[in-house]
Every structure is written in structure tokens, then in C-alpha cells.
């Protein structure tokens, strides 16, 4: 079991979720991707990670629930604990 390196963390947030980070810190990535319900951040994640070819630590990824103050619209929060060398 593995974790994400931060070009893989990265890339997954911007290219395949199509957001920006909103924290970049050594060993750690955090964002808020509007409009994606949990599962379909969940689903992207496994499909990404298995093109990939890795097994993900259990607890270095953690997809929450979050929403906008001004409506209904559904938002993921994504924090990501990247590799460290």
C-alpha cells in the first residue's frame, strides 16, 4: 500500500476533477470540488487510482461532504496525504 505523490495528488484534483487546490502543503493537498457529490469524487478516485496500478494507504485519502453557503449545490472537500521524500 502506497500513497499518492504529489504530482499524482495534483493531477487528480486539476485534470481529472477539473478544480484548483486549495492547499498545497509538503505531504498534504486539500480541495473543494463544487458541484460532485462525494461518491462521484469516490468513483473518480478508484478509477484513477487503478489506472494507476497502486493500492492506496486506507487513511490517506478522506472524501467529506461540504456545501456553499448560498445553496443546494453539492461539494466534496478532498484531503490527500501525499508521499513525502
Known sequence: MTRLSFTEAAEFVELVMDCSLDLEQSGLIEAYIIDRSVDEVQ?????????????????SVQ????????????????VIKTETN
Open 63 to 78: 472524501v467529506t461532504a461540504d456545501h456553499l453557503d448560498d445553496g443546494d449545490i453539492p461539494v466534496a472537500r478532498i
Open 43 to 59: 468513483l473518480a478516485l478508484d478509477a484513477y487510482v487503478h489506472g494507476l496500478g497502486i493500492e492506496l494507504e486506507p487513511d
